[in-house]
């Protein structure tokens, strides 16, 4: 059991129990438009690039994540609310690959990542990142965390 200090999009907590990438984890996205599905996709594809074993097959039942998408200011990008399993994306952003990279942000958080300074790395746990992927560097903090899952 992996205990995180992490926040984000001001949701202000003090800790939560980090999701294992290397268990099935089902993402579900009930009201989410096809663009918003297509990002979802590219945020799996993202972290199943960087060896997450999590969304490879996720039986039915599987523990859930709901991706939920919403009306929010400008600066907000994406929260996770682990408390109720849920990761809120501001609706606005309407480009898959900028979505992706957002959602894959939070899967960041939802797997036990905290954010990283831009003056340290780049970062898909850059906070407000936008546009940097899962890295090297990403991949290995993951596997630091939890081994590798192959
Ligand atoms: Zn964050």
Redesign the pocket.
Known sequence: MLVVL????GIDRAEYIARDPCAPLALTAATATPAELDGIAGAIALWRDRGVSAFDAAPAEAPAIEIGFDDAAPAFH???DPDHARVLINRDIADAATLGVVIA??L??VFGLV?VAPAARMSV?N?GNLITPPTDDDQRAMQALWGSCR
Not at 6 to 9: D, K, N
């Open positions: 992490a926040a984000c999009g994406g929260a996770y942000h939070e960041g958080h954010h746990m906070p």
